[in-house]
């Protein structure tokens, strides 16, 4: 170690020094106190310090208190050497930053005794700061990685222009980074989007799917996909790119520009409620499908549900940070106390739900992220977020005027087994100016219309093996054993776009299959479970027009432009 003697005896330096380096120390000295504060300030490699109380000019223990004060983050040990048993002037010596003392005369033993524990204590200290120092480093590394990280989250799910006065919803993380994510966008016909969603876990390892969750959503949402498209290219993406053990339950909404018709895709989510306009009453809608990213193109389900809500209606989505929230004695929040809280106040419903939360897990951790959304069903109002004035977003597209277009196309067993055939039909239409308001119900028509000729007619397979979760992996395994088996089996698409008031789209599918029982397809008064699909269902409320024809093996779709 490197020790300086304070010490105004020359006899009593060179003592000690000899001591010393006979231990192999580096000593170096100072006759008074100024002389010590001195030699500290140029030498702040001093380690130690051997101090006499009683010198000129300053003395010990002024000398300690001025070196403590100027002390860092270094470890400096002084042990005062005095022949001194006042106990006052030991405690002074200890007040003013003394560590230990050492009588007077010397004893070479015990000196060098103490030398060595504090040399231990001294390496013990070094070890410590350097693994502090590099634990600093690696700290301010990380801080500017997440800080790079933060603006690229907040960029990529940021990029709306716009505020929705119908949307307004909570969202906090558990940690830095947040499982969690909510997004809203305008769509073209002036309606709003919105996606809830909610990743396996939490902090940075759950919302790194968050980023191509969201180009997807922005992308489709400005071309008016449907909520079925957006929910097949997300479960496509996000099961390329996510681990095996890692999902994201969603819902996908968009509501039409009256804000009470909607479509939903929900998948692994919490039901949404819908709360009465007179505020008594909640009924929930149930999540039909398993969370994105674990199903295959082929198994995955993209059917939306047509929702119709009186005008005034609140409806609101969560994710299971909030109903799976834990007390002290490991009870869960639940839905009940949610479905309670909604009816009992009128307003600020949200921040009574996540107060509400908070509370009931004490001081306990929030296990998880935390996300809850109210969606008025009144007329859509978008906001410019910068000057807060209304915005028609539709304005650019509802004059848009299509020219005359035909599209016919016939496909055969090689092309049947494919999974992007919709999707790469709707990619051609969408380049045609005048479909941008249309394209997402004529998305979900044509989707539709597909799949039954696939499916039902093709490959002669019946909704209702669905029924049961150990149906529907039978339903796709058959599918998929069936795709294998074609030879000789086509489908044939024929569209074009017809001029008139209102302007339309007509759409003719044709199967080569049996064909089915189209007579006794009854729209009304069923049981949805009881109904030949419910994509059926979901086609006549689109189509101005649905018709079967040729045994069953062809139908006719007639989408008004209104």
């Known amino acids: 170690m490197k020790i300086l003697i304070a010490d105004d005896h020359a006899y009593n330096r060179d003592l000690l020094t000899f001591v010393l380096e006979d231990e192999g120390h580096e000593c170096i000295h100072a006759e008074n106190g100024e002389q010590v504060i001195e030699l500290y300030q140029r030498q702040p490699d001093i380690e130690l310090m ?301 921040q009574h739900i996540t107060s509400a939360v908070r509370d009931f897990a004490g001081n306990e951790e929030l296990d998880d992220d935390l996300s809850m959304v109210e969606f008025s069903c009144e007329p859509i109002v978008h906001r410019d977020k910068e000057t807060d004035e209304i915005v028609d977003v539709g304005a650019a597209y509802r004059n848009a005027e299509c020219f005359p277009w035909a599209l016919s196309i016939t496909l055969t067993a090689v092309d049947l087994r494919r999974t992007d055939i919709v999707r790469q039909v709707l990619a051609f239409l969408s380049t045609i100016e005048g479909i941008e308001l249309h394209q997402d119900k004529l998305f979900t028509i044509l989707s539709e219309l597909y799949s039954n000729s696939l499916e039902h007619g093709v490959l002669g397979l019946e909704s209702k093996i669905k029924s049961s979760p150990q149906g529907f992996e039978e339903y796709y395994r058959l599918r998929q054993e069936r795709l294998i088996a074609l030879t000789d089996d086509e489908i044939t698409i024929d569209m074009r776009y017809v001029r008139g008031k209102p302007n339309k789209v007509e759409m003719v599918i044709t199967d080569s299959g049996d064909g089915f029982d189209f007579n006794n397809l009854d729209f009304e008064d069923r049981d949805d479970d009881e109904r030949h699909g419910r994509g059926l269902y979901l086609l006549n409320s689109l189509c101005a027009t649905l018709e079967y024809s040729n045994g069953g093996r062809t139908v006719t779709a007639v989408y008004e432009f209104l």
């Open 50 to 350: 051997l101090m006499d109380v009683n010198m000129p000019v300053m003395d010990g223990i002024s000398a300690t208190k001025k070196v403590r004060e100027s002390v860092d983050d270094r470890l400096l040990t002084i042990i005062f050497v005095t022949a001194l048993d006042n106990p006052e002037v030991l405690v002074k010596c200890l007040d003013a930053g003394g560590d230990d003392f050492v009588p007077k005369p010397i004893d070479e033993t015990i000196l060098v005794s103490k030398l060595k524990a504090h040399a231990r204590s001294q390496e013990m200290y070094n070890n410590l700061h350097k693994a502090h120092e590099e634990l600093r480093y690696h700290k301010s590394l990380m801080d500017r990685e997440h800080k790079i990280v933060e603006h690229v989250f907040n960029s990529g799910t940021n990029l709306n222009s716009v505020n929705t006065d119908n949307v307004s919803f909570y969202t906090s993380s558990m940690s830095m980074f947040n499982g969690d994510v909510v997004l809203t966008a305008p769509s073209p016909s002036g309606g709003v989007y919105l996606l809830v969603a909610d990743f396996t876990g939490h902090g940075l390892s759950a919302a790194i799917g968050c980023l191509p969750l969201t180009g997807i959503f922005y992308d489709l949402t400005a071309k008016q996909g449907s909520v079925g498209q957006i929910a097949d290219a997300l479960n496509s993406r996000l099961r390329e790119v996510l681990p095996l053990e890692m999902f994201c339950c969603a819902t996908i909404m968009h509501a039409d520009q009256t804000g009470q018709d909607l479509s939903v895709w929900a998948g692994g989510m919490n039901p949404i409620l819908a709360l009465s306009p007179d505020g008594t009453q909640i009924t929930a809608t149930e999540s039909d499908y398993m969370p994105l990213g674990i199903l295959d193109d082929e198994e995955f389900n993209e059917n939306e549900k047509l929702l119709n809500y009186p005008l005034g209606t609140k409806l609101y989505i969560y994710s299971d940070g909030v109903n799976e929230a834990k007390n002290t004695e490991n009870e869960e929040f639940g839905q009940e106390r949610v479905k309670d809280i909604l009816t009992r106040y009128s307003e600020n419903r949200i």
